[in-house]
């Protein structure tokens, strides 16, 4: 089993996103319907959504007449999900005080990286009801080959240290925790679509990235300037495939 890199170490990344909440809230995408109705199928009463970031996943199962509780570490982030109208604790999940509330769903949208995952997936099992689903997902995109190459040579030259992040999350992770007693085995599912994004989409998406934020501000901003012009000479948007990796984990 490919072993999961140790990214809830780096704290300093783990804790970055709060700087560009706002870019983050209209650039990160929602989940999409197929995932959504999943995560809705056991019509779960209380959903948990860990590291909820500003709402994305949270604002979606609300709106599908899920009662929602989201925890998430940055204030600033918080404070754009709770500008959404949602119930949101500060705190760092595994740390996180219930105060005896269970619940029938948990979900982690692109956040579990940063979470300890044997204590945070010991901290689910407690929270769950017996039959409750632990829902973990990322977010990904593939360029086509042309324009993965045309954008590893502009990264070469501008950014070599980041990443183009057009790879399958599967490249770097292929269990988000180990099996633990608690939880039935893990399933996982994929859910795939295509898109167009634009120029502006795609330089406002990439500065959401933890490795992105890490750069100079002028190396980040010459990096974009160069996007922005390859993609425009495409045509003014880039073709992708968008699609999301999830792993299910049912409590016995």
């Known amino acids: 089993m490919t072993k ?18 706002e870019q983050y809230d209209r650039f990160r995408p929602s989940p999409p319907p197929g995932l959504v109705d999943d995560l809705v199928a056991r019509a779960p009463r209380d959903a948990l959504d860990v590291g909820c970031g500003t709402g994305k996943v949270a604002a979606e199962l609300a709106g599908r007449g ?19 109208g949602l119930p949101v604790e500060l705190g760092a999940f595994e740390a996180w005080e219930a105060a005896g509330r269970t619940f029938d769903l948990i979900t982690c949208g692109d956040a579990w990286h940063w979470i300890d995952p044997a204590r945070g997936a010991e901290k689910a099992a407690s929270l769950l009801r017996p039959g409750g689903t632990l829902a973990l997902f990322w977010s990904y995109l593939l360029l086509a080959d042309d324009d993965a190459a045309l954008f590893r040579r502009l990264y070469d030259e501008h950014a070599p240290r980041a990443r183009t992040h057009s790879y399958l999350p599967h490249q770097t992770r292929s269990e988000p925790f180990e099996p633990i007693g608690e939880f039935e085995p893990i399933e996982v599912r994929q859910y795939r679509w295509e898109a167009t994004v634009s120029a502006d989409d795609w330089v406002g998406l990439i500065a959401t990235f933890s490795d992105h934020q890490a750069l100079e501000p002028g190396q980040l901003a010459a990096l974009q300037r160069a996007l922005h012009d390859a993609i425009e000479g495409l045509g003014g948007g880039v073709g992708v495939s968008r699609g999301v990796h999830a792993a299910f984990a049912r409590r016995r």
């Open 4 to 21: 999961t890199p140790a990214y809830h170490l780096d704290r300093t990344s783990a804790l970055s996103f709060g700087s560009v909440s």
């Open 66 to 84: 899920t009662r929602v509780l989201g925890v998430e570490i940055d204030a600033r982030m918080a404070a754009v999900a709770r500008g959404h």
